[in-house]
């Protein structure tokens, strides 16, 4: 079964350094998702772009965090500098529908701990 | 703006009962389309249906259904002879237009007991 890889699974890391996760979309999908779950928030949409192109990146905190799309096969979320706060797990989805009606398929997350 | 209310946070059966867990949906769209998600304790989001807003046939999976209805703007899913390996997170979701994006609800944590 095609499946979306996100690494690393774990990353542990002191407040101020950058973090760096990636994903790469099931191949032939044109839509990339980066969503965020903590308890508190439960699941939010941070960004998501079609043909590499960004469409939205309105749930993402400009200061810290960008994502971006170096070719088909790589999506990247970072965070310079990461604080505490960022501690949650960040789930990479893609799809390869133009419009919403095709279900995102998900990796298995990066689960991430700011000390 | 879409919302997703899953208001029961917690269930707890007993092995072989039926359940069902609830989804109620906001949205001013006309197309639109609900998803289930199974977060299982390993902690990844397993896809287990889509519907759009023009089919309200209700679908059946095995010991999984679905009822939708634009009525009461409820997609309701409910597993029938639970079993153990059913416990997970369950999060029902909306996406419309041509947006893609998933609006989530909180979640409904399933508990199956021997």
């Known amino acids: 079964d095609a499946r979306v890889t996100q690494t690393p699974r774990h990353k542990v890391t002191e407040m101020g350094q950058e973090v760096t996760m990636r994903c790469q979309p099931i191949l032939g999908h044109n839509t990339v998702f980066w969503y965020r779950q903590t308890m508190m928030q439960g699941l939010e949409l941070l960004a998501y772009f079609r043909n590499r192109a960004p469409l939205d990146d309105s749930g993402m905190p400009k200061d810290r965090f960008s994502a971006e799309m170096p070719d088909a096969t790589l999506a990247t979320l970072k965070i310079q500098p990461s604080e505490p706060r960022d501690s949650a797990v960040y789930f990479c989805a893609s799809t390869g529908a133009a419009d919403s009606d095709q279900p995102q398929h998900f990796g298995d997350g990066t689960r991430l701990s700011i000390l | 703006a879409q919302k997703v209310t899953q208001a029961q946070t917690e269930i707890s059966v007993v092995e072989k009962e039926d359940v069902t867990l609830d989804c109620v949906y906001e949205?001013?769209?006309?197309?639109?389309?609900l998803f289930w998600y199974k977060q299982p304790p390993s902690g990844e989001l397993v896809f287990l249906i889509r519907r759009n807003s023009f089919d309200e046939q209700n679908e059946i999976s095995g010991r999984y259904s679905w009822n939708f209805q634009k009525s009461t703007s409820s997609f309701n899913f409910t597993i029938t002879a639970s079993q153990v390996v059913d416990s997970a997170v369950y999060f029902c979701?909306?996406?419309?237009?041509?947006?893609?994006?998933?609006?989530f609800g909180t979640g409904t944590r399933l508990q199956v007991t021997l």
């Open positions: 979701a909306l996406s419309t237009g041509t947006a893609s994006k998933l609006t």
């Open positions: 949205t001013r769209d006309t197309t639109y389309y």
